[in-house]
């Protein structure tokens, strides 16, 4: 017969045997296990999917597609633009319809300022905060998916969708007014027209410099995204703050001190319009734009990694 066990209150502890190695043992990007790849964790295309079943993402594809046939409607009704008399110093808006390339390009005109700023808040400020906001957040980190692969991944599906959002408003601006004007080659403001091979090449570069510059915005709606768990917060921070520097560009007291806002070169792709292209602007404002949004990038990083995620 065994002998019987002590357990009262004044028992020693039983005797525990030595830990044995853990399969899950915790490591600065989560627990390792036999076939855990930190790289394979939240693929690109599994949070690109998350993303585009969003019903924010089908309302901005929307928007965007409908404000060209907005803009054909509007020139329906109020007459074509006027023609350019003697003398006169013509714009963008007066070449739209001439023809499917001209239409394209002031479809960006009148949206570069405000609208396309909208759909880059969107994509880059809701993706961590939601997360956040639905108590998921948690639930990524501990599957594990590491911090900065989360990160990495969300940063890349957003500014694949904002890159997506610049080429579906040229695009779809191009295609119907093709079908309103016809196709022609691309009339200039400042006079003479550009072949069809070389028209589809500028529109290119307004489009990349377009995207480039809108980085800015990025870079202040993904940091302010992993400061706040509000998605409304991040997004209408972001564009808060895109206005404040339109307003400041303003500012005309501030002189040279201007060129120093991304605000000020956001509308340097008008050079592209030209007989020969200027590149001059358009470089200042890339590399701004571009120096900006690495602050910004590493600084959500920074913050993502020390921060504290209770939801």
Request: positive net charge; glycine residues 10%.
């Amino acid at each position: 017969m065994s002998a019987p066990v002590n357990t009262g209150p004044g028992a020693p502890a039983p005797a525990t045997s030595a830990p044995a190695t853990s399969a899950t043992k915790a490591g600065p990007s989560g627990p390792s296990a036999p076939g855990y790849r930190a790289g394979r964790t939240l693929p690109l295309r599994v949070e690109a999917l998350r993303q585009l079943k969003r019903r924010r993402t089908l309302a901005m594809a929307a928007v965007l597609g409908a404000l060209p046939l907005i803009l054909i409607a509007a020139f329906a009704i109020g007459g074509s633009p006027a023609d350019d008399g003697p003398g006169r110093r013509i714009n963008l808006m007066d070449t739209a319809t001439a023809s499917g390339a001209n239409f394209a390009a002031t479809c960006l005109f009148v949206s570069a300022g405000f609208l396309l700023v909208v759909p880059v808040a969107l994509f880059h400020g809701d993706t961590v905060a939601s997360e956040a906001n639905w108590s998921s957040l948690r639930y990524l980190l501990a599957a594990p998916v590491p911090r900065t692969r989360l990160l990495w991944s969300k940063l890349a599906v957003a500014l694949g969708f904002s890159a997506a959002a610049m080429l579906l408003l040229p695009l779809v601006g191009l295609v119907s007014g093709t079908l309103a004007y016809g196709w022609g080659p691309l009339k200039l403001p400042a006079g003479g027209s550009l072949p069809a091979g070389d028209t589809l090449l500028r529109i290119g570069v307004i489009v990349a410099f377009v995207f480039v510059s809108q980085l800015v915005t990025a870079g202040l709606a993904f940091w302010l995204s992993t400061k706040t768990d509000a998605p409304l917060g991040a997004v209408g921070g972001a564009v808060g703050l895109t206005i404040i520097g339109n307003v400041l560009d303003a500012v005309e007291a501030l002189g040279g001190w201007r060129q120093a806002l991304p605000a000020h070169w956001q509308f340097a792709w008008v050079d592209a319009l030209q007989p020969q292209v200027e590149w001059g602007g358009m470089v200042k404002g890339a590399a701004v734009s571009v120096t900006f949004a690495l602050v910004l990038f590493a600084l959500a990083f920074r913050n993502f990694s020390r921060k504290d995620i209770v939801s």
